[in-house]
């Protein structure tokens, strides 16, 4: 234990507030993220870079394969916050609050640039990644699949691989496509020389009247990879999840990093393309809002 006179030497020396630091004066909060080199995994980082700045909170990332292995560990106490695509959350029966809506991930079904594959329908009797398995990739290919009239267990050979490795077998044609949700641009999606983007806008409507309004009509724009076209698809909304436990305190600190650094959390799988807003921060849809974080958005909008 530090005693008084303790304390007042290491202040001097300008060492106290790193020993205070370290205590647990500051929440620390694992926030479970997603594959390296995905959109989730570079948020998570970035969150954390500027609450080590604040000093108001402390973020570990935990790198996972995604949307529903990092629900299943908020949920099991793991971790104490979470992102995930809302269609995952949808289907939770565990009790989860929200402390905001971050970006919108966009839906990429990626082919060989030479191929033949113009349209999902064309992926009948083909081979298909959809996502790692634990991402929510899984969840929402299979949706698009059958929106799109196509058999998930029937038409098509289904594998779930990280990115990564996804993308080693379309290139090697061991696949022939990859879904991935995630910002654009991801650098492992080498678009438009080896892959190619399919377009998807026309299955966002059919996909919202068969499985609810979380299903949004976006464009990938044409800079968005090098030489790539302009095209059309499906986004999801990200949800940063916190356990219900969480303090309202920490709950609060990140609200407002949120909110104050907006512009230091722009992952570079989202610039020129989203941005975090107040107003969209607040859309969580059946999600209710942690009372901290609510209390936050009160007191600053309103």
Do not use: K
């Amino acid at each position: 234990m530090i005693t008084r006179r303790t304390f007042l030497a290491l202040t001097a020396t300008g060492i106290a507030a790193g020993a205070v630091g370290c205590g647990g004066d500051v929440a620390t909060v694992r926030l479970a993220s997603g594959e390296v080199g995905g959109f989730y995994h570079a948020f998570a980082r970035l969150l954390a870079a500027v609450a080590a700045e604040a000093g108001t909170v402390r973020i570990e990332p935990v790198p996972t394969t995604g949307s529903q292995e990092n629900l299943a560990m908020l949920t099991s106490g793991r971790v104490d916050a979470a992102l995930a695509l809302a269609d995952s959350v949808q289907g939770e029966r565990q009790p989860v609050v929200a402390l905001g809506r971050v970006y919108e991930n966009y839906l990429q079904l990626a082919v060989r640039s030479e191929g033949a594959i113009q349209r999902v329908t064309d992926l009948r009797g083909t081979r298909i990644n959809l996502g790692a398995a634990g991402s929510g990739a899984a969840v929402t290919g299979e949706r698009l699949l059958w929106a799109a009239g196509v058999n998930p267990g029937v038409d098509v050979d289904i594998s779930h691989r990280p990115l990564r490795d996804a993308v080693a077998g379309v290139e090697s044609g061991e696949l022939d496509a990859l879904l991935w949700a995630g910002g654009v641009p991801t650098d492992v999606l080498d678009v438009p020389q080896r892959l190619r983007l399919i377009e998807l806008g026309e299955l966002a409507a059919p996909m919202r009247e068969r499985f609810g309004h979380l299903y949004d009509l976006v464009e990938i724009p044409a800079d968005a990879y090098d030489g790539g076209a302009a095209i059309r698809t499906v986004g999801v909304a990200n949800l940063l999840l916190a356990a219900p436990t969480m303090s309202d305190a920490a709950a609060g600190a990140i609200v407002e990093l949120l909110v104050s650094r907006a512009d230091a959390l722009v992952p570079a799988e989202a610039a020129g393309t989203q941005f975090l807003d107040t107003r969209s921060l607040i859309g969580t849809d059946s999600v209710p809002l942690h009372p901290g974080a609510a209390a936050v958005y009160r007191r600053r909008h309103g």
